[in-house]
């Protein structure tokens, strides 16, 4: 037998991409572990090789792309198209003013009103969104990253009554993750008692009306595209995961009746192996966790449901095209580390609201993995690899050296109040950021093999910048005029009292105001007022209800 | 007066939240000499302009990567100019611009527009470069008045 090959030189100065160094090959000597214990079957604990037993031979990824443009009936338009191409779920970005919670008449927000997202201020709106498609048809994954995430579940909910489907029957998911929101997506000076008590309040909700919905996406997505390595994306997720288990905990509920109802979001970036070890390394501490330290008995609270969004930050503005070839090899590891739900982002992304086409390219891109490579065919084909079982274990512990900092610090909600969270999100960016400018990261058409922009045909692009959808901003005004306002102004007011009582779940009046027709600001801003905060986090513009 | 060193507003105005791009221009300012105020996102034009005042800054620098800029850019000059300041503070841009917008906004007086990739070089240069345009700065001010 030949003697394994040794590394001479540059060891240690060969890293991935999250600055674990590699060395040139990868032999037995690298890898120990114990199959049953650390690896086990697909299907079984603690689920490292995928959460079932047959993968996708059982059933393919649910194949969707983030969709949300211009008004609730033009993105059902799109949606419908999607599906019609072959889309098997529904993937829904709304637009800023929703994810800050604030209404599209406001002076500052109505700008950008539809441009980057769906608009979702109201009922109607969601109503409209999902006009012709049977709600519990479908599975539907909304992108709401912040804040607002309750309010647009208590829409969901809404409509499912006013449709008559069964609650039970919904299955989906949003995001409820404050404290990421907080730092990378979207908040504006809320409260973070309020942020934590309302995605507690959608989980409880959930447990008890919704039991198929998940009620909580770890959203370690945007952490990534803040800035994090695959070690704090994961292990940030993982830790804001122990601390709304910790509270839902605390309200009284039992793990096992909400564990299965979280999962993560996270990107799949363009480090190939490093992208696959560390959403296998994921699957493993998630049963751990829930395991040994929740004390969680169920199969299904044992076993990490993981979505993966191909990594918008990975696109170059320049030579577009290209973004095709990125988004291909970065579903290829998504698939291979055995994600339930997969989305890519578009070629044009990094240019402009995705047009048609680039929404197009992207649901055949992940076809073609699934018909054609043959990659689908076995569970975690890579399992048993010298270098992705080294990372793996590698990741894995560099993240439990993550989530033992953070429980020395007083856990993520600590982390977050000291401004932890914050700085050690920074120091990664800024460090990110640094290698590429340097050319240390070599980013084709960015740092390497330019093309000067004048020259740079490689891919026409639709509209840059997506006009603001004014008709829309009407539609609100008018609803505003022709609404029962009383019976508005009446769940508004109900609102406001069971936010001052802290032993109130706010999902039923959430609820009861969505169905009056109270718009997304409307309620953020009463419950801002029931916290001591202004109406309008901006400071601009007054309620034009009264709630005393 | 000459030895200080430039001093940075870096904000984004109305809904974009998106400020990674902004916090790597902060730490490329920083690491430059220069001082930054790192306003942050979700500013409104007033916000950016009162702060921009109070705080003596030689140049606002805006991030854009929704078409917002288009709003709230022309508003944050309108009030340079309403003050006497747009000759004093100098306004720079960068993100997504959309090329049909930049020959308005440079005439307006944005006297940087960075596309996405630009160097940390070519950022610090334009940056650092002391306002050069008393005249042109008047003449456009005076173009949008006759308007």
Request: hydrophobic share 40%; aromatic share 6%; with cysteine.
């Amino acid at each position: 037998m030949k003697k394994p090959v040794t590394n001479k030189g540059d060891e240690g100065s060969v890293r991935t991409s999250s600055g674990i160094p590699v060395k040139n090959v990868y032999t037995p000597n690298d890898v120990e572990f114990d199959y049953v214990r650390d690896l086990g079957d697909p299907g079984r604990y603690p689920f490292t090789r995928g959460i079932h037993e047959e993968m996708y031979r059982r059933k393919a990824w649910s194949t969707r792309n983030l969709c949300g443009l211009e008004s609730p009936l033009k993105t059902n338009e799109r949606l419908r198209y999607l599906m019609r191409e072959g889309q098997s779920g529904i993937a829904i970005v709304p637009d800023t003013p929703t994810q800050l919670g604030v209404d599209a008449d406001h002076p500052l927000v109505t700008p950008s009103v539809g441009t980057q997202g769906v608009p979702l201020y109201c009922l109607r709106d969601m109503d409209e969104l999902l006009q012709g498609i049977a709600m519990e048809e479908m599975t539907f994954s909304i992108s709401v990253c912040s804040i607002a995430a309750p309010i647009i579940l208590a829409q969901v909910s809404a409509l499912a009554r006013r449709r008559g489907v069964d609650l039970g029957k919904l299955r989906g998911s949003i995001q409820n993750d404050p404290i990421q929101a907080r730092h990378c997506s979207y908040d504006i000076a809320n409260p973070l008692d309020l942020c934590l008590r309302l995605c507690v309040d959608a989980i409880e909700y959930c447990v008890r009306e919704m039991p198929s919905w998940h009620s909580l996406t770890a959203n370690a997505y945007d952490l990534r595209e803040s800035g994090a390595d695959s070690i704090k994306e994961m292990g940030l997720a993982l830790a804001n995961s122990i601390g709304y288990v910790e509270l839902a905990l605390k309200r009284g509920l039992d793990i096992d009746s909400f564990a299965h109802q979280m999962l993560i979001i996270c990107s799949s970036h363009m480090d190939f192996f490093e992208q696959i070890a560390k959403i296998r390394a994921t699957r493993r501490i998630w049963a751990k966790l829930m395991k040994e330290r929740f004390g969680a008995k169920k199969h299904q609270s044992l076993r990490l449901t993981i979505a993966i969004h191909t990594a918008g930050s990975s696109l170059t503005a320049q030579q577009p095209i290209n973004n095709v070839i990125r988004g291909s090899i970065e579903a290829l590891a998504a698939v291979l580390a055995g994600g339930q739900g997969i989305d890519l982002s578009c070629y044009d992304e990094a240019l402009c609201t995705p047009t048609e086409e680039s929404a197009m390219v992207a649901l055949r891109t992940q076809q073609i993995i699934l018909h054609e490579t043959g990659v689908a065919k076995v569970a975690d084909p890579l399992g048993g690899s010298y270098y992705l079982e080294h990372l793996t274990n590698t990741i894995e512990a560099g993240i439990w050296d993550l989530l033992r900092e953070i429980d020395a610090i007083g856990g993520i909600v600590q982390a977050a109040e000291s401004g932890w969270f914050k700085r050690v999100l920074e120091e990664s960016a800024v460090g990110l950021y640094k290698d590429i400018d340097s050319g240390k990261r070599k980013v084709v058409g960015l740092n390497v093999h330019l093309i000067p922009e004048d020259q740079d045909n490689l891919l026409k692009i639709g509209k840059i910048h997506l006009e603001p959808g004014l008709e829309h901003v009407q539609r609100i005004r008018e609803l505003k005029e022709t609404r029962d306002i009383r019976k508005t102004e009446a769940s508004l007011k109900r609102l406001y009292r069971d936010a001052r009582d802290d032993g109130k779940n706010l999902m039923p009046s959430i609820i009861d105001a969505v169905s009056s027709h109270a718009i997304i600001g409307e309620i953020m801003g009463t419950l801002r007022l029931a916290y001591g905060q202004p109406y309008d986090p901006y400071e601009m513009i007054q309620p034009s209800f009264r709630l005393g | 007066m000459d030895k200080r060193r430039t001093r940075v507003l870096l904000a984004k105005m109305g809904t974009d939240g998106h400020d990674l791009g902004l916090k790597f221009v902060a730490a490329i300012l920083r690491q430059a000499g220069m001082e930054v105020v790192y306003l942050g996102p979700y500013q409104t034009p007033e916000k950016v302009f009162n702060t921009a005042v109070q705080e003596w800054v030689d140049v606002i620098g805006i991030g854009s990567l929704s078409g917002e800029y288009t709003t709230f850019v022309p508003r944050l000059i309108e009030l340079l100019r309403e003050k006497g300041l747009d000759g004093t503070i100098k306004v720079v841009l960068g993100g997504l611009i959309a090329k049909e917008d930049t020959v308005r906004l440079r005439r307006m007086g944005v006297t940087h527009i960075f596309s996405p990739g630009a160097a940390s070089q070519e950022i610090v240069e334009a940056i650092s470069r002391p306002p050069k345009r008393e005249k042109a700065g008047k003449r456009t001010a005076g173009k949008a008045a006759a308007r």
